[in-house]
Structure formats: structure tokens, C-alpha cells
């Protein structure tokens, strides 16, 4: 019959002790085993000894007492894995140890392995995460050659750096070398590998690892993991040269090269001359540069260095959240992409067989969103002519006066603490009938341990810093700890996390009512800050990627002493039309990349909001959004000139020297667009683009200045135009087409697989493989298009049912 362990303290026995090697501890701990599992019987086992079980604190209990090979071992074999171990027994089962080397001494029974304070998580894979493993396994083992590359589109929460490991495991790997823009992920890939009992044969490497000692542990045939970051790597000497500790990774045959955070800068050009030399005829007349494109606020920018250099790997790994980009730019086919979404893990959390054990996804919180609308002040605001429409960044503004940061419109930001607090409710006589009374965050009971630990999500450090300086003196808000992880105070990368996992436990030690950390960016991607239960989005965000990025910072799992402290995490949104849209353009991102070509937004934003509930705040009166109510957020203001705006947008089209290129290799497309009139010069014109970038990409390497620039940029711009006019045209067809077909047609695929391709071509004039093909190669972009496409069939739909509504009348 298996025992289970457990072990617990009290403070009777809070007893100081110290070690010869200097090491101290503040109390022993107690060993002990039951034959029934569950923490009732430990506690009917302790009370005996302590009636009441005052001044008694369970470590752990239930942990089964199992060899590798089966058999059972006992409490006094962890008695004795302690002793050996040189830990002070002063009596019975009580022990001067640490947890840690309490949990040690059991994982080495139950593993078969030495005893290592360091090396005692034992968390098993969940099925998910066994699935990327077989599938990516499989994709590398049957594409072994040309450096291939996957995908895991997997979203926050996954697991990406424990499931990349036991990927390696898998495929035998020894050098493993993984990058990011996001130095802070580093504890996360350290962490994981070197307290796990699954990895102990493994080493690990980052930049505090002295040269000579990585370059032992590579050279020593162990399995190693680097992690480096982008910045650090691209970084070169006065010669050109990496930097001497950086030297190794240019000459190491990686087995496999990891792109942490990949929507984050991994496809910026001067990233991908380091890790995708296989890549370099098409990367060297490419423009994939996110920060150049966000810096200049054009996404057709050509600014591409030439590649000189590289790093040498058999496979690539991406790993992302939000790759919607990368996806339907074309950049990876079905076959190399694994998916995991949101919809997936609350899906089999809910469904969850427990005849298989326990809940693997229990701990993982359900998501729930608040819209609150800012009142008539804002509305007022933003409709006087200061600025074009309601915008978070604007509203929450601030600059320097006097050596401190203040807001330009205090008066605003007051209204906006007063709604969080309730004090802009309606009175309870004057809600409507059907709606529910408002909750607010920092006034209603529901909503007390979601906002004990919250984070804000501001514009930029002046804003943190306002925030900060006027949350300090506020009254109410006063007794939070108030946190900026802004500026470089809050220091950078992995460095930025301790001081805010300080700021948190002064809070709670301190009987302060919570802690409110302001970020504007620091901390919002690669790390985990368990307490966090809610964000407050208080900037102005456009990309859906950006957005739930932020947005499910909050959904990691909050466990203390086995006990689940999370069970939902909240969204709080102070711009409903910007949030609404977001999670309507994310139902469509969701379907794009869906398997099932059958799926549509509105039927993915239906089974999301089953899971992501979402509420509607305005005044006192409150209501829960169906798919419906989201889609008339999202499309409500779509009228027949805005309709025109959207199928003339210049983002329907790519048009940079990735996609010209791709569309001047394949000749049969060429030769189809050459038949047609409008594009007779298209071979020429996609052919100066690309020289015309090569040239920028020269001139701008040589350190030219504006001058120098303007006559490649102004090539590109002229030759872009007269593309995209082209393309327009074309755009326009395909209204005529999806106006005559029998189906309705709510995503581009839909178009794509049409049935109907006489029709196509009749409407067109181009035939629907070489329609596929300018998708396929990013010259459509995906994304866009199938947002004017649902943006289409919501007026007509609306169209329709205004004439049917007047032919009743």
C-alpha cells in the first residue's frame, strides 16, 4: 500500500540554527508519512500532537512515497537522505532543514537521483504540451535537411521554455541556443531547466557565464542550453566583430536555434542576419523590420542590411503568443505550426475527464473582461475638435513641469479614479429595467481580490510617474503599494522583476490593501508575476497582438500551499469601441488560423466569450455582451463611404521586397499578370522595388543620410503606387464576385476556395489559383482583407434589413 509524505512546522519548535558552512535557517521541520492522502488526514494526524493545530503551517502533504521501480519507501528514508546530507536531526522527525532540502530528499527517492535543493520540480507535461512534442518531432524528423523551421503558436501560459526542453530531450540535442528581444524571459529559461528533475544532465549558459567556463560546458558533450539575447548578440566591436564572449556562437553547430517571443523584433532584419543565414538571398532584399516599420509608421519599409554573417543550426524553433503576422504573411504553411489557444486550454479545463486524475488545468484562470465608458466629460472632450475621436493615450497625457511629471488634463484623470471607486454611479432608481447594476473595480466586493494586486498599463514613463505622484496623495488609493516599473529606475531585462516582487511583498507584510504596479511596456511580456489578477488598460493599443499580450499578463496561475488563489482574472477597459474591435479583429485572426475552414468570426467570438465573458459598463447600468452586440461595437459605425475607405486602404496590399520577390520567382503568376492590361509592367515594376531597396539597404548601411535615401525611397514609394492602384482594381472585382455567388463569404479563404471559378475569372479577370497564390506568397494580406470582407457583409446585411424593414412599413 503506497504512503504518502508530508511535512509541516510549528512554532514551537521556531528554533534558529546555523551550519558550519554559515548557512542559517529560522525553524525545523517536521517528516512524517500517512497512508490516506489529503490534508484532512494530515490534519487529524498533526492535532493529536497540537490540538487545534495552533501554530502549525503545512509545507506539503500527499506526495507519494514511490520509488522508479515501484516500491514504496518510508518516512525514515527521507530521514536518512537528510542525515547523509549533513542536515542536523535533533530529535525524532524533526530537522534542521530548509523546504527546499526537505522536498530534495523526496524527489531523490522518487526519481532515483542525488540530492539537490536546487533540482525539485517534478511537474508532469500536460497533453497539450505532449502533443507540440510529437508533432514538432515529427515535422524535424521527416524534414531533416535545409534548417527548417516550426512554429509554436501557443498562447501565454503554454509553457513554451519547459515544453522546448523536453522537445530536446526528445530529439536528442546537445546545443541548443535560444534568443530573444526579451532579455527578461532569462530566469524562465533558467529556472525551468536547472530545477526540474527531467533535465539534471543538462548545463546552462547565458552573459554572466564566463567565457571560459561555456566554452568547457559546450566542449564537455553535455547537453547545454545559451540563452542570449538579440541585443547582446548583434552586438559588434569597432572592427565589425562579435563581442569576444558572443565569439563561441559563431562557431558552435547549434542543433537547434529558439526564437523566444518571435513577434517581438525576431524578425527584424538585423535579428534575422543572425539567426537565418540559410535565408539570406531573400532576407537581404527583405523589409520584416517591426521596430523600423513602428518608427517610420510604414509597414512597406525596405531597410535591410545585407547578411555577412550568421549562426550555423540543423533546425529553428519560433516561439509566440501572437504570431498572427508571421502567419498570414505566409511565412509558415499549416504543416509547420502547432496551435494553442485560449478557446483550446479553457475549453479542456472545463471538460476535463477526472477519471484521468487531476485537473492539469485547474490552476489556470478564467478571463473576464469590464468596459466601463468615461462619461460625458470624455465624450465632450473628444468630440470639441481637440483631437479626431476618444484616445487613451491623449486622455491620460502627461509632461514635465518643474523637475516632476504631471497630467496635462488632471482634471480627467480625477473622473477616471472616481469611476473605478463607483462614485460616477448611477443612483439604483434610475437603471433600467434588465440591466444590471454596475460593478466597479475598487467598489464592489467581487471584485476585492482581483484589484489586491493589479497592474496599469499606461503610455509612457511620464505617465507612470504622474499616475504614481497622484495615487501617492490620494486619500483611498494612498494605502496600495504604488509601484512604477517605468524608466530606468526600474532597471531593465531580468533585472526589472526583483523590485517588483519586493514591492509585492512589502505590500502584503506591510497590511497595506494591495500594491498597483504602472508599466508602460516593462514587464508586460516573457515573465510571470503570479499575483497580478487584473490589468487596467490605460493606453490606446491597435494591434490585437499587442493587446492580448498585455491583456493575459494577468491570467498566470497564483498557487500558495496547494491552495488555487486565482480562479479568474479581469480586464478592466476604459475604451469600449478600441477594446471591442480589438476582440472582434481577434475572433477573426482565430478563425483565419482556424484548421476549420468553415469557421467564421462570429462563430469563433462565440465559443471565446463562453470563456472570456464580456461586460458593458456605461453610468449604472450594465450588461453582458453576446456575439451580436460585439459585432455592432465593431462594425457599427461602417457606412457605404467608410466601406470605400476600407477597400481602397493601402494595408489590404504587402509591398515590400519579401512579397516582390516571392511574386518575381514564381513565373507562372508572372506570366498570367502580364496578360492582363493593367499589369503589363508588373514584372519591371516589382523588379525595381527590390532594387531600389537593395540600394536604400546599401546607402543606409554606409551611414547616408536623408539625402542619400531619397532617391531609392522615392523609386519605391512611386513604384508602390502604381502596384497598389493595380491592385485595387482588382479588390474591387472581387465585391462584384462576392455580390453575385449564391455564398456568403466571411473570410478570405472562403473566396479563395471557391467553387465558383468562372465566375472568379469572369469578375476578375484574373483566375482564382493565381488570386490564391498572391495570398499565399503575403502580397493580400490575410488579416486585413478578411476584415473588409466581414466589414462588407455587415452592411450589406444592415442594407437589407433596412429595405425589408421598409417594405413592411
Not at 148 to 167: D, E, S, V
Not at 320 to 334: R, V, W
Not at 610 to 619: C, K, R, S, T, V
Not at 708 to 731: D, F, G, T, W, Y
Request: hydrophobic share 40%; net charge negative; glycine share 6%.
Amino acid at each position: 500500500m503506497t504512503n504518502y509524505i508530508y511535512a509541516y512546522t510549528h512554532a514551537g519548535n521556531a528554533k534558529p540554527w546555523r551550519r558550519a558552512t554559515g548557512q542559517t535557517g529560522h525553524t525545523w521541520i517536521k517528516v512524517g508519512e500517512t497512508a490516506t492522502p489529503g490534508i484532512g488526514r494530515v490534519h487529524q494526524q498533526v492535532n493529536t500532537a497540537f490540538p487545534g493545530l495552533r501554530g502549525v503551517e503545512i509545507l506539503f502533504h500527499s506526495e507519494p512515497a514511490t520509488k522508479p521501480d515501484g516500491n514504496d519507501f518510508r518516512d525514515h528514508d527521507v530521514h536518512d537522505v537528510l542525515r547523509r546530507a549533513g542536515v542536523v536531526n535533533p530529535g525524532g522527525e524533526w530537522f534542521e532543514a530548509t523546504e527546499a532540502e526537505v522536498w530534495a530528499a523526496v524527489r531523490s527517492l522518487q526519481h532515483g537521483l542525488p540530492f539537490n535543493p536546487a533540482r525539485i520540480q517534478n511537474f508532469e507535461t500536460r497533453p497539450e504540451q505532449n502533443r507540440a512534442v510529437e508533432r514538432t518531432a515529427a515535422f524535424f524528423r521527416a524534414h531533416s535537411t535545409g534548417a527548417p523551421k516550426y512554429l509554436w503558436n501557443a498562447k501565454m501560459r503554454f509553457g513554451k521554455t519547459f515544453t522546448t526542453y523536453q522537445l530536446a530531450k526528445e530529439m536528442g540535442w546537445t546545443k541548443l541556443l535560444i534568443l530573444t528581444y526579451k532579455p527578461a524571459v532569462r530566469s524562465a529559461w533558467r529556472d525551468d531547466l536547472l530545477s526540474h528533475v527531467d533535465f539534471i544532465d543538462w548545463q546552462y549558459v547565458d552573459r554572466d557565464t564566463p567565457p571560459h567556463e561555456a566554452d568547457a560546458m559546450i566542449d564537455s558533450g553535455r547537453p547545454t542550453a545559451w540563452f542570449a539575447s538579440f541585443q547582446d548578440v548583434i552586438g559588434r566591436d569597432a572592427e565589425g566583430r562579435p563581442k569576444e564572449r558572443n565569439e563561441t556562437l559563431h562557431i558552435v553547430d547549434w542543433d537547434c536555434i529558439v526564437i523566444d517571443e518571435f513577434h517581438f523584433g525576431a524578425s527584424t532584419a538585423a535579428a534575422r542576419e543572425v539567426y537565418d543565414p540559410q535565408d539570406r538571398a531573400e532576407a537581404a532584399i527583405a523589409e520584416m523590420f517591426q521596430k523600423a516599420a513602428d518608427d517610420a509608421n510604414d509597414t512597406e519599409a525596405d531597410v535591410v542590411p545585407e547578411l555577412d554573417y550568421g549562426l550555423k543550426t540543423k533546425y529553428h524553433l519560433h516561439l509566440s503568443g501572437t504570431p498572427f503576422k508571421a502567419i498570414t504573411n505566409g511565412d509558415y504553411d499549416e504543416s509547420e505550426v502547432y496551435n494553442w489557444t485560449y478557446i483550446d486550454e479553457q475549453r479542456e479545463k472545463k471538460n476535463w475527464d477526472g477519471s484521468k486524475g487531476r485537473n492539469p488545468y485547474s490552476e489556470l484562470p478564467e478571463m473576464r473582461m469590464y468596459t466601463y465608458a468615461m462619461g460625458t466629460q470624455a465624450g465632450e472632450w473628444a468630440g470639441n475638435g481637440e483631437f479626431d475621436g476618444f484616445d487613451l493615450n491623449t486622455y491620460f497625457k502627461a509632461k514635465n513641469a518643474e523637475n516632476r511629471y504631471i497630467f496635462e488634463k488632471p482634471d480627467y484623470v480625477a473622473s477616471f479614479l472616481d469611476l473605478i471607486r463607483g462614485k460616477k454611479a448611477l443612483p439604483e432608481r434610475m437603471i433600467e429595467s434588465g440591466k444590471a447594476n454596475a460593478l466597479f473595480p475598487y467598489e464592489a466586493a467581487e471584485f476585492k481580490d482581483a484589484v489586491r494586486h493589479s497592474v496599469w498599463y499606461m503610455q509612457d514613463v511620464a505617465a507612470c510617474e504622474a499616475m504614481a505622484d497622484l495615487l501617492r496623495n490620494d486619500p483611498f488609493f494612498s494605502t496600495f503599494e504604488i509601484y512604477v516599473a517605468a524608466g530606468t529606475k526600474a532597471k531593465i531585462g531580468a533585472q526589472a522583476l526583483p523590485p517588483l516582487q519586493a514591492a509585492i511583498r512589502r505590500a502584503d507584510e506591510t497590511g497595506k490593501s494591495g500594491s498597483i504596479t504602472l508599466s508602460c511596456g516593462k514587464l508586460m511580456t516573457g515573465v510571470t508575476v503570479p499575483e497580478w489578477s487584473s490589468i487596467f488598460m490605460l493606453r490606446s493599443l491597435k494591434a490585437p497582438e499587442s493587446y492580448f499580450q498585455a491583456a493575459f499578463r494577468v491570467q498566470s496561475p497564483w498557487k500558495n500551499d496547494g491552495e488555487i488563489k486565482k480562479d479568474i482574472a479581469y480586464v478592466f477597459e476604459f475604451d469600449p469601441n478600441r477594446a471591442l474591435s480589438l476582440v472582434a479583429l481577434y475572433g477573426t485572426e482565430l478563425a483565419n488560423n482556424s484548421a476549420d475552414r468553415k469557421a467564421t468570426q462570429a462563430s469563433v467570438l462565440g465559443e471565446l466569450i463562453n470563456f472570456l465573458p464580456i461586460f458593458a459598463i456605461d453610468g449604472g447600468r450594465m450588461e453582458q455582451l453576446d456575439v451580436q452586440s460585439i459585432l455592432e461595437w465593431a462594425h457599427g459605425g461602417i457606412g457605404a463611404n467608410a466601406l470605400a475607405r476600407r477597400w481602397r486602404s493601402a494595408d489590404l496590399y504587402n509591398l515590400n521586397g519579401v512579397t516582390m520577390d516571392r511574386l518575381l520567382q514564381d513565373a507562372d503568376l508572372i506570366a498570367e499578370l502580364e496578360q492582363i492590361e493593367d499589369f503589363r509592367t508588373i514584372r519591371e515594376e516589382a523588379e525595381k522595388i527590390v532594387t531600389a531597396s537593395k540600394k536604400l539597404s546599401a546607402v543606409k548601411r554606409a551611414g547616408g543620410g536623408a539625402r542619400e535615401q531619397s532617391r531609392p525611397k522615392k523609386e519605391i514609394a512611386e513604384r508602390r503606387k502604381n502596384i497598389r492602384e493595380k491592385l485595387k482594381k482588382v479588390s474591387a472585382k472581387v465585391l462584384i464576385f462576392m455580390y453575385l455567388t449564391d455564398f456568403r463569404e466571411e473570410r478570405l479563404v472562403h473566396v479563395i476556395e471557391s467553387l465558383d471559378t468562372e465566375l472568379f475569372l469572369r469578375s476578375t479577370g484574373l483566375s482564382l489559383g493565381s488570386y490564391a497564390k498572391l495570398t499565399e506568397i503575403g502580397v493580400i494580406d490575410v488579416g486585413n482583407m478578411t476584415d473588409a470582407i466581414q466589414k462588407f457583409r455587415y452592411f450589406e446585411k444592415k442594407s437589407i434589413e433596412v429595405l425589408v424593414s421598409v417594405g413592411r412599413e
